[in-house]
T-cell receptor, first 108, second 114 residues
Framework: QKEVEQDPGPLSVPEGAIVSLNCTYS??????FMWYRQYSRKGPELLMY????GNKEDGRFTAQVDKSSKYISLFIRDSQPSDSATYLC????????FGTGTRLKVLA | EAQVTQNPRYLITVTGKKLTVTCSQN?????MSWYRQDPGLGLRQIYY???????DKGDVPEGYKVSRKEKRNFPLILESPSPNQTSLYFC?????????????FGEGSRLTVL
């Protein structure tokens, strides 16, 4: 079992929809949880990180961690075509583990 | 502009011909790391470095070497490349600050080994 699991998608939604992206992890020692966005032919860029359990909001993006169920979520409100990308969840400390990525397409 | 620069961006080589992929960052970051990205497998860490002269293995270090002689540079060395090292490689850096995972990635280096 991989330490971080992620549904690869692809996920297609209409513009304006609320998108939910999810990951599970297995290592109870993980404390930091990150979401990266990767556009085609580009390097990943950090969207958000959260520490331990709880929610963190940044504009249209909300990251949520539930340590009791080892579940990580990223919600995108009012999704835009520019949000079309691959989203990677990650955790670890210095030795980082990434999910395989979920490809999202927002249709205009 | 704050950035992580990798070279070359694209490379086609043959089995056994030693190559080096360079990585340089201008953000004075202490932490640097290398990843490879393969379809269906995602990003996997090859090596990381907490600071100058301090390196450690990631999940897939076999067939790779690294060195960290200067803070800003972290080259990835393939002494004898094989076709299974055909991949997209990313270098990343960050301040350690407790290992929050706030990584800054380069644009990637696409390597093909024939």
């Amino acid at each position: 079992q991989k330490e971080v699991e992620q549904d690869p998608g692809p996920l297609s939604v209409p513009e304006g929809a609320i998108v939910s992206l999810n990951c599970t992890y297995s290592n109870s020692a993980f404390q930091y949880f990150m979401w990266y966005r990767q556009y085609s032919r580009k390097g990943p860029e950090l969207l958000m990180y959260t520490y331990s359990s709880g929610n963190k909001e940044d504009g249209r993006f909300t990251a949520q961690v539930d340590k009791s169920s080892k579940y990580i979520s990223l919600f995108i409100r009012d999704s835009q075509p520019s949000d079309s990308a691959t989203y990677l969840c990650s955790s670890g400390t210095y030795k980082y583990i990434f999910g395989t990525g979920t490809r999202l397409k927002v249709l205009a | 502009e704050a950035q992580v620069t990798q070279n070359p961006r694209y490379l086609i080589t043959v089995t056994g011909k030693k190559l080096t992929v360079t990585c340089s960052q201008n953000m004075n970051h202490e932490y640097m790391s290398w990843y490879r990205q393969d379809p269906g497998l995602g990003l996997r860490q090859i090596y990381y470095s907490m600071n100058v002269e301090v390196t450690d293995k990631g999940d897939v270090p076999e067939g790779y070497k690294v060195s960290r002689k200067e803070k800003r540079n972290f080259p990835l060395i393939l002494e004898s490349p094989s076709p299974n090292q055909t991949s997209l490689y990313f270098c990343a850096s960050s301040f350690p600050t407790g290992g929050t995972g706030e990584l800054f990635f380069g644009e990637g280096s696409r390597l093909t080994v024939l």
